[in-house]
């Protein structure tokens, strides 16, 4: 158990070092140029209709005859039971 703490702190101690290396040599890039753009928007509104369109009809629907009238009709097999004492 010792050993396996020892291991764990030599990579933890591994990884930082490799994160800090990692950080320090980031530091030599030089920032990218900075541009700005203008950008003009022009808005044109239609006037809104009145009426909206009827919905469309939905492929299946609820009847709303019994607890759940989706649930399907089909029922699967029992499975077959074996003779006390053979498995």
Known sequence: MERLRQRSAVAALVLT???????ACSKDEKPAPTTSTTT???TTTTPASS???PPSPTEKGSDGG???SFSPTVKAPPPPTAVP???
């Open 85 to 87: 004492g053979d498995h």
């Open 17 to 23: 070092v490799g994160m800090i290396g990692m950080t």
């Open 51 to 53: 009426v909206a369109p």
């Open 66 to 68: 019994g607890p759940n």
């Open 40 to 42: 003009t928007t022009t």
